[in-house]
């Protein structure tokens, strides 16, 4: 069994090095970026309306106490998939 848990332990250890991690994000990034850029552009309005619901929903569900928090994570979130192309201006609606 030892061998075993020695090869699992491997392989955790592989998928939480943060180096490895950097690097497949990157290489995904470099093979996938450009099409992520034109989805994210076409749909803007339909991650605006997703993001808005998802607010609406944490804000229910906790009585509106993180309204304050969760507004400023939506733009955060706006902000960074605005940025992706390097242009502004997509709409993605505001909370």
């Given at each position: 069994m030892d061998g075993f848990l020695d090869k699992a332990q491997e392989q955790a250890d592989a998928m939480?090095?943060?180096?490895?991690?950097d690097e497949t994000a990157q290489d995904a990034w470099a093979e996938h970026g450009d099409k992520l850029d034109g989805l994210v552009d076409e749909h803007?309005?339909?991650?605006?309306?997703?993001?808005?619901?998802?607010?609406?929903?944490?804000?229910?569900?906790?009585?509106g106490r993180f309204d304050e928090q969760l507004d400023q994570g939506a733009d955060s979130l706006r902000g960074g998939l605005d940025s992706l192309d390097g242009e502004s201006g997509d709409d993605f609606g505001n909370a």
């Open positions: 939480l090095d943060k180096t490895t991690l803007a309005d339909k991650i605006g309306q997703g993001l808005d619901g998802a607010t609406d929903f944490v804000s229910d569900k906790t009585g």
